[in-house]
């Protein structure tokens, strides 16, 4: 895939959140897209803020490494650093972030920055425990401040929204597949997406089989006014290498990986003619990509 330069992208439109219902396949997209934006040129960071975390399979590092790994918001002596007082009950809110990042994030495998943010506690309601403090200065400086592409694997369901989690991003995927109860879940996230201030929300059709499917999805998207944004197909590949342990990212070939590429091509397009491009295949949600 060609490299762009970095410059010619606005970066802000590289902060992605991939949401839905539990196993609709975020993971697999979110980190798919984190990898096709480093083929693209991109400094990237991978966020896992799901409170079960498993990006970092899916992004090649070994389960033992994976098990290594220490959630930010586990990491006690981090947190304390932080945010101690000396004073109990008393945090420190203001603190710099950046050398978390620096000595914090896992360099995995495809070359993707990964972060383990751990579980966290209604960040929306202003809840100021200190983990949540330093997990909320982190995905603000990690969204808002750095110059880098960012995609955040959430949570399933819509309870994230209502932590603030993917508060900062600029585009927010909202995945389902032809279950009407992960369609269902679609809505909810939309509705509760609508009044934040995520500029752009898309449905990501995963998991379509045949044209039965990509008609439930995209009939469900037209009458609850969702955008489609593409349609990722089911793929037998992405099966057996579950199966076998091994990341589906791994083979390059398999059509859903190329389709999760054009999805990252679509939500870097450079110029007009490119986002031209983009609304039509949004408007058709098809897999021309
Ligand atoms: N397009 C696809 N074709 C076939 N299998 C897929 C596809 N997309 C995802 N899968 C598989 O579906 C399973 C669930 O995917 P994934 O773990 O990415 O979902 P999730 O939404 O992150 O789940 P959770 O809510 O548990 O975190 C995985 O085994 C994954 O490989
Ligand atoms: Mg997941």
Redesign the pocket.
Known sequence: MALLSRRTVEISHVKIAVS?K????????AAGLACAFVDKGFKTIAIDA?SSP?LAL?LNLTPEEARQIVPISENKKLVESKTDTGFSGVYRLSFKVDDIVREYSVKTPFGVNLIVMGTVKSMGSGCTCPENAVVRALLRHLVVERDEAVVL?TE?GVEHLGRGTARHVDTLLI?ADANMKSLEIAKHIHELASGSSIKRVYLVG??VGDKAQEETIRNFARENGLKILVF????RT??EM?MRGET?LKDRDSE?VRAIEGLATLLTARNDQQEVKAERVMREGGKQL
């Open positions: 839905g539990g196993g609709v396949g975020k993971t697999l997209i799901d498993n899916t694997d399933a995945v995963n998991k990722i197909p089911f793929d992405v099966v579950e589906p859903a």
